[in-house]
């Protein structure tokens, strides 16, 4: 059965937070970081389930739906891709909960953007298109940085230090949103903990994951490049 982000409200809630650390974790190294996981997908309805988000864009991109080539429907499939049309874009994406700009069609970066493990002067796009290993038990699997969320979007300490539970209290407390491609991967029918880090392209395995890759650069309401 396919849940929504509400999915199970009783599910098990996410590890005791800690402080953030002063030396963050360097891309591709350090440990995995344990947390509820919902799932979420291009151009799923705005309703109470998400806390009426729109899903036809995303934090770097104002025609996401357009971008990918469809409704990611998960409920239709043929085999990784949605069952209607091949992707435009990689089909194994997820939503981790900060991005890096002060406000939702500005350019200027928040303050600790300047602290992401692997930021450079000139670096665009930072965050977006960024690879991230995902584990559950006997499966893993590799997925792009392709949105903000579940329901945060300022949640440095969870993403890139120490603190261990999310900032997101609305419903699962979830940390981390995956798409319907990465939910079958991983063989989820419920919402439950998977255990993620960030990884470099050059360290990601050839694989379902790599068959499409996300290249595309922020296309925000400013016109970020």
């Known amino acids: 059965m396919i849940l929504t982000r509400r999915g199970v409200l009783t599910a098990a809630a996410c590890l005791t937070g800690a402080a953030v650390v002063a030396s963050l974790m360097r891309s591709g190294t ?15 309805p705005s309703d109470a389930d998400n806390d009426f988000i729109p899903n036809d864009v995303s934090y ?25 049309f091949k992707p435009n874009e990689n089909p194994f994406y997820v939503a981790l909960p900060f991005g890096e700009f002060e406000s939702e069609s500005g350019n200027e970066l928040r303050a600790d953007a300047l602290s992401v493990p692997w930021y450079r002067a000139g670096l665009s796009p930072l965050l977006k298109n960024h690879w991230v290993v995902i584990n559950r038990g006997d499966r893993t699997c590799y997925a792009q940085w392709e949105d903000v969320g579940p329901f945060e979007v300022d949640d440095f300490a969870f ?60 296309n925000r309401p400013s016109g970020v490049a």
């Open 30 to 44: 350090g440990g995995f970081k344990s947390t509820m996981t919902t799932l979420f997908w291009v151009g799923e």
């Open 60 to 84: 770097w991109d104002n025609q996401w739906q357009l971008s990918f080539g469809g409704v990611d429907d998960p409920e239709h499939r043929n085999g990784y891709w949605p069952a209607e």
């Open 159 to 218: 993403v890139f230090g120490s603190v261990k539970r999310p900032r997101n209290t609305f419903d699962a407390k979830a940390g981390l949103d995956v798409s319907p491609t990465c939910w079958q991967y991983l063989r989820m029918d419920d919402n439950i903990e998977t255990a993620w880090r960030f990884v470099d392209a050059a360290d990601v395995p050839l694989g379902p994951w790599t068959e499409i890759v996300t290249t595309s650069g922020n």
